[in-house]
């Protein structure tokens, strides 16, 4: 059984920092693709950031500067370092696994960032 569990959401004012972090189970982890995308009220889920199995890593035009995404093959987590967090930041934040062709989701963790 594969799961994902998000944490690290919360409360922060705007021009601060946060980590989320997603520690999965059930996947051979080294070998999957992670990313972390997040949807805001009544708008569509999108991509954050991405990294591969290889250490290769994507981010979202929004993000670059501000986002990292890193992971930790020994503790089977991947991280989300966020920092100079803005208003239009405030979404459900979701972990997601691609491995062998499919796609599991977390269960979100939500971030607020108050201006």
């Known amino acids: 059984q594969v799961q994902l569990v998000e944490s690290g959401g919360g409360l922060v004012q705007a021009g601060g920092s946060l980590r989320l972090s997603c520690t999965a189970s059930?996947?051979?982890?080294?070998?999957?693709?992670m990313d972390w995308h997040r949807q805001a009220p009544g708008k569509q889920r999108e991509l954050v950031a991405r990294?591969?199995?290889?250490?290769?890593?994507n981010y979202a035009d929004s993000m670059k500067g501000r986002f990292t995404i890193s992971r930790d093959n020994a503790k089977n987590t991947v991280y989300l370092q966020m920092n100079s967090l803005k208003p239009e930041d405030t979404a459900v934040y979701y972990c997601?696994?691609?491995?062998?062709?499919?796609?599991?989701w977390g269960q979100g963790t939500q971030v607020t960032v108050s201006s």
């Open positions: 990294i591969t199995s290889g250490g290769n890593t």
């Open positions: 997601n696994a691609r491995y062998n062709n499919y796609d599991f």
């Open positions: 059930g996947i051979r982890f080294s070998i999957s693709t």
